[in-house]
Antibody, heavy 115, light 115 residues
Framework: EVLLVESGGALVQPGGSLRLSCAAS????????MNWARQAPGKGLEWVAN????????NYLDSVKGRFIISRDNAKNSLDLQMNSLRVEDTAVYYC????????WGQGTLVTVSS | QAVLTQPSSLSASPGASASLTCTLR?????????IYWYQQKPGSPPQHLLK?????????GSGVPSRFSGSKDASANAGILLISGLQSEDEADYYC?????????FGGGTKLTVL
């Protein structure tokens, strides 16, 4: 059974930083693209970033380019999202999702950016 | 203009069929894209339903009933999610997605009410 478990969400002030993690199990993690997506309260889904199997290619939503960094550790089956210069509009539940199909999602972790 | 446009809401009766549309922005040809569909119920992460590019290039999500199916309307430049034999449990938000310029783009979502 595929399992994705996010952690690291918290309340942070505007301009602050936060690191999210996603622990993956139940599939060959190193063989697949991995994604972060988010959902602001009461709003729709928004893709944030993805990373290739070996980490050699990364893509980002325009509004997070230069502020967020996606990374992975295939030895630990883990996916991270380093979020810097956080803005109020980054407030959302952040999900990790597997493969280009985004066929499995974690339960999400809440990030609140507020003073 | 958004890349993907979905009607904000749709209502249908139990046992009937519901056709959810996902219209691509002018200049983006639906024929060249694989359309992904997701279902999200309140308080839960999204669930991948299916992906559809053509009748010869489509795939149902794991465990997804066959009453969920995909198609396209080329004249409307739209992807379609058809749900037949509606059940009360189908009441949810539905999102379409495409990969466009190395980024995943979601539609705004359709809230389906079964009443």
């Amino acid at each position: 059974e595929v399992l994705l478990v996010e952690s690291g969400g918290a309340l942070v002030q505007p301009g602050g930083s936060l690191r999210l993690s996603c622990a993956a199990s139940g599939f060959a993690f190193s063989n697949y693209w991995m994604n972060w997506a988010r959902q602001a309260p009461g709003k729709g889904l928004e893709w944030v970033a993805n990373i290739y199997q070996d980490g050699s290619e990364k893509n980002y939503l325009d509004s997070v380019k230069g502020r967020f960094i996606i990374s992975r550790d295939n030895a630990k089956n883990s996916l991270d999202l380093q979020m810097n210069s956080l803005r109020v509009e980054d407030t959302a539940v952040y999900y990790c999702a597997s493969t280009n199909t985004l066929d499995n999602w974690g339960q999400g972790t809440l990030v609140t950016v507020s003073s | 203009q958004a890349v993907l446009t979905q009607p904000s809401s749709l209502s249908a009766s139990p046992g009937a069929s519901a056709s959810l549309t996902c219209t691509l922005r002018s200049g983006i040809n639906v024929g060249t894209y694989r359309i992904y569909w997701y279902q999200q119920k309140p308080g839960s992460p999204p669930q991948h339903l299916l992906k559809y590019k053509s009748d010869s290039d489509k795939q149902q999500g794991s465990g997804v009933p066959s009453r969920f199916s995909g198609s396209k309307d080329a004249s409307a430049n739209a992807g379609i999610l058809l749900i037949s034999g509606l059940q009360s449990e189908d009441e949810a938000d539905y999102y379409c997605m495409i990969w466009h310029s190395s980024a995943a783009v979601f539609g705004g979502g359709t809230k389906l009410t079964v009443l």
